[in-house]
């Protein structure tokens, strides 16, 4: 008799693990009236959240800008976050309790993030959760980050499960093609984005309070096909980069 392959969760970590898109936002919106700029950053980061940063101030400037120059940039907008967002620090609700039951339950759990490695302690070991991940990829473990596959294929790799066994869960549009991308199901957490503006997702959540490893299981079971990408938002200048 055949052994069922486990299930894998793979979990994003801004506006996902916490809800701390706000304070992205206001970090952003500081960081452009530096520049001098009138981006309006809630709206850019409805569309372009889940991108690393670089690529995102790519689109807010008219004439290219040097890639030296944009990580300068990428630096102060993170010191900038990390002051405002310091004394913030928490999880979503319900997290804890939520990986604690998934772990049990027998799956497996990976971290797949646009974030560089002190960001991600910044978040995940503050807030003790490098525990419950058995695999965590961010920004330098791969050559493109999202709205392309790599992160969560990576992920995927690591932990040792087939693309059809996962389920992403992501609080970003880009996100969420990023896991259709990745032939994965996505559930999406509504922390910065409208219910309405996500294309398929399994499940919305806004945050874990009541979420049981038993009803990931049966959405999976439930709902086996994988979604293919938005071709509407693949038309999108930015999902070039």
Partial sequence: MATQLPYALIFDMDGVLIDNTPYQAKAFQLLFR???????????????????????????????????????????????????YWDKRKEMPGLSHFLQ????????????TS???????????????????????GKEDVDKGKPHAETFTVVAQKLGVPPEQCVVFEDAILGEQAAYKAGMRCIAVSSGVKPEQFQAPLHIIRDFSGLTPEQVRELLEQNPATPKPSKQL????????
Avoid: C, W
């Fill in 34 to 84: 530096d520049l001098g700029l009138t981006t309006n950053a809630r709206r850019l980061l409805v569309h372009l959240n889940g991108m690393p940063a670089t690529n995102i101030l790519k689109t807010v400037f008219r004439n290219p800008v040097p890639e030296k120059q944009l990580k300068e940039y990428s630096s102060q907008r993170e010191f900038l976050y990390r002051v405002l």
């Fill in 101 to 112: 039951a998934a772990r049990k339950a027998g799956f497996k759990i990976g971290l797949g």
């Fill in 234 to 241: 693949a038309r999108r200048d930015y999902m070039k980069l």
């Fill in 115 to 137: 974030s560089p490695p002190e960001t991600i302690s910044y978040i995940i070991d503050h807030l003790n959760l490098r525990q419950y991940f058995d695999v965590i990829v």
